[in-house]
């Protein structure tokens, strides 16, 4: 049973579309944590939201934290090819160590 | 850039083969972790050190998994008697505090195992 669930599983868009990925679970989490992995390499930290109904914008890109620190979502625009990648989110429970980290949504941009 | 480095990258070995994965932090962070991925999933929780002291190996799928870091920077992954399960991609991460859950975790490029 995957404790993070992620959807869509896949999404293959134009250039220029907006997206949204989104991260879910049953448990409460005292973070969590998105990434984007290319082939080849490890994951790179995106962003940590840590309160309910955080919100947190990296240029193109807006993360929001659940009200219930359940859930999450990742809004793209204007979606460009060097977007294309693995969308991982990783939770952590109860101020643990370990990180918990979702199936992912794999991302594929059009030129 | 002195990022993570892990060695081997890819790793070919028989059914019943001992392998060890190297992997190298970033100077001076405290604490290390070991993750395993399968193909098309997320990476999967196999141990966190703080220093030298392995705090948890929860994670770890059987007794054949052993990892050390002895003197608190380079550690070692240890596989016993592979079999064909384990092939994944291992990845190791480390950041610089005690409690990673703030910190940023940096990931190394993974070593690709393939156990025939």
């Known amino acids: 049973t995957q404790l993070l669930e992620q959807s869509p599983q896949f999404l293959s868009i134009q250039e220029g579309e907006n997206l949204t990925v989104y991260c879910n679970s049953s448990?409460?989490?005292?973070?969590l944590q998105w990434y984007r992995q290319e082939p080849g390499e490890g994951p790179v930290l995106l962003v940590t939201v840590v309160t309910g109904g955080e919100v947190k914008k990296l240029k193109r890109l807006t993360f929001q934290f659940g009200d219930a620190r359940k859930d999450s979502s990742l809004h793209i625009t204007a979606a460009q090819p060097g977007d294309t990648g693995l969308y991982l989110c990783a939770g952590v429970k109860n101020y643990g160590q370990n990180f918990v980290f979702g199936p992912g949504t794999r991302l594929s941009v059009l030129p | 850039g002195a990022g993570v480095s892990q060695s081997p990258r890819y790793k070919v070995a028989k059914r019943g083969q001992d392998v060890a994965l190297r992997c190298d932090p970033i100077?001076?962070?405290?604490?290390l972790f070991w993750y395993q991925q399968a193909l098309g999933q997320g990476p999967e929780f196999l141990t966190y050190f703080q220093n030298e002291a392995q705090l948890d190996k929860s994670g770890l799928p059987s007794d054949r998994f052993f990892a050390e870091r002895p003197e608190g920077s380079v550690s070692t992954l240890k596989i016993q008697r592979t079999q064909q399960e384990d092939s994944a991609v291992y990845l190791c991460?480390?950041?610089?505090?005690?409690?990673?859950?703030?910190?940023?975790?940096?990931f190394g490029p993974g070593t690709r195992l393939l156990v025939l």
């Open positions: 100077s001076g962070h405290v604490s």
């Open positions: 448990s409460v989490f005292s973070s």
């Open positions: 991460a480390s950041s610089r505090a005690r409690t990673g859950v703030w910190e940023t975790q940096y």
